[in-house]
């Protein structure tokens, strides 16, 4: 059977890492009392620019992922630079949340009673048309999870990734 749900769900945009912030906080992780320079970085990972590792750097510096070492030189070298606590959840998380949560309504179809999301509704064919009786809003909620939530709100999204922190079944019934 397939359902017609709508669903209140809190989420906070989340920003990715890019391939050279992960590069600089792998390095600090791997290299925490002896970082290599900005330039042994660049040639080590054959980038031909400095450029791209120095964007990084200050990227993570302002959300406060990693902090100059005050025992070491001013400049903004990246041997001059420590991991933070911050930092090291933004390597295990690949990335962080930007901003406050928002609360999205999203109506969205979903088979019964193997609780998948329905992204495409040609495959709907392939679903019994029986009725059979429709799930309670916690029972569904109970049969999906945040991944899959986050999922689509994902797939729907034009402005960026989003992180679910909640969501709650408003309304239930049958397609």
Known sequence: MILSITSEITAVEFRHLNSFEWAVLKILTAFPDNPPTTQEATDNLSLHEPAFIKAAIDSLSSVKAIQKNPEKEIDSDLQNFTLTNLGKEFFVDQGWEVGSPDVHT??????????????????FSNYQKTIVQVPSNEEIKIRLDLHQIEQLLNSRSTTGSWRVKSFYISNAKPE
């Open 106 to 123: 999203e109506e969205f179809s979903l088979a019964w009673p193997s609780a998948k999301i329905q992204f495409d509704r040609k495959n």
